[in-house]
């Protein structure tokens, strides 16, 4: 399963509640890419599921109930599991992609962004190639 970008999330702000959704598709991409980190360690490192048991000192069909799908996995379980798979260390970081975004054209993608205007609550950017009447000026918003 691939995640796609993130395009509809909004940064959360105030105290309103963030709905269930938002926060299950936050948790499941997290899951996703835990369980992909997971595999594509195992895939690399050429040992059997048979060694990583063995390593970990568990049983064969938790290891395989692992590779075979996500799960919330917890954090010492993962951090064990690419440790004995190749001696891996998880690592952390977070990524601010969610914002408050309005794009007008979001399928004319150029690499050449000649305007952006930012105001306290919002981003936007307009492209070279985007018609001048369609271009939205937030401060007036």
Known sequence: MTTSPLTALFKPIGSGKISRGTLGYICTRARQRAYDLLVSEFKKSGISQTDLASRLGKAPELIDRWL??????????????????DGGVLTFGVSYQARHTVEIFPEIRPSSVVQTKTTPNSYFK??????????????AA
Do not use: G
């Not at 307009?126 to 401060?139: F, G, H, M, V, W």
């Open 126 to 139: 307009t492209t070279a190639t985007a018609p001048e009447e369609y271009i939205l000026d937030l401060e």
């Open 68 to 85: 075979n799908r996500p799960s919330n996995l917890e954090l010492d379980t993962l951090s064990a599991a690419l440790f004995a798979i």
